[in-house]
């Protein structure tokens, strides 16, 4: 069966640190991969998507970046973080044929 | 464009009462429909999804969900609430293109409240 992990599940960071969030998924091959935001409330705000290895794409512009080195590993960074980069963080993952999302854990990032 | 719609920030039921959370959807073409259950600090899990064929899908946890062509809607509904179906619920719509148009757009989730 498929899962997917992501860690670290709770993170306190300064403005201005960098951050390094990872997602990987066990079980597929070729997976569709997504990171989401998640900020107080409730909506689902879509960073990145990406269809294969160094294919990815941008939904917002924002001081973060995505990048997929390995098959079903994806990676969301900033350099310098800012208190608006607080929230919770949504990997995810849908098979190349299929059509619904798999969602992980979620990592829970405060920056203060 | 696709959009979602999820009328209800909130909705409360008793225990045992039938439940009902609503979903209308704008998408060009014909639709794939999901609802997925969130429950506090944890990942979205996917219930159902409505992809062609019977209007009414069943899906996990004995909810179900019932597409309405006609009122582009894709409520979901579930005949006797338990207290542990209290969580946030998303509905998701996506077209049936190729592409970059695989990206679903979700709504803005409703909280569902069973109460004892």
């Known amino acids: 069966s498929q899962t997917i992990h992501q860690w670290p599940a709770t993170l306190v960071q300064p403005v201005g640190s960098p951050l390094s969030l990872e997602c990987t998924v066990e079980?597929?091959?070729?997976?569709?991969l997504y990171w989401y935001r998640q900020a107080a409330g409730r909506g689902l705000q879509l960073l990145f998507y990406s269809i294969g290895i160094d294919q990815i794409s941008s939904e917002v512009p924002q001081n973060l970046s995505a990048s997929r080195p390995q098959d079903r590993q994806f990676i969301l960074s900033s350099k310098k973080l800012l208190l608006s980069d607080s929230g919770f963080y949504l990997c995810?993952?849908?098979?190349?044929?299929?059509?619904?999302?798999?969602f992980g854990p979620g990592t829970r990032l405060t920056v203060t | 464009a696709q959009s979602v719609a999820q009328p209800e920030d909130q909705v409360n039921v008793a225990e045992g009462n039938p439940l009902t959370v609503k979903c209308t959807y704008s998408?060009?073409?014909?639709?794939?429909l999901f609802w997925y259950v969130q429950y506090p600090n944890r990942g979205l899990q996917f219930l159902l999804k409505y992809i062609t064929g019977d209007n009414l899908v069943k899906g996990s946890y004995g909810f179900e969900a019932e597409f309405n062509k006609s009122q582009t809607s894709f409520h979901l509904k579930k005949p006797s609430a338990l207290v542990s179906d209290s969580a946030l619920y998303f509905c998701a719509v996506r077209n049936t293109g190729s592409g970059g148009s695989y990206i679903p757009t979700f709504g803005r989730g409703t909280s569902l409240i069973v109460h004892p």
């Open positions: 995810a993952w849908s098979p190349s044929n299929s059509y619904e999302q798999y």
């Open positions: 998408v060009s073409g014909n639709p794939y």
């Open positions: 079980g597929t091959s070729n997976p569709n």
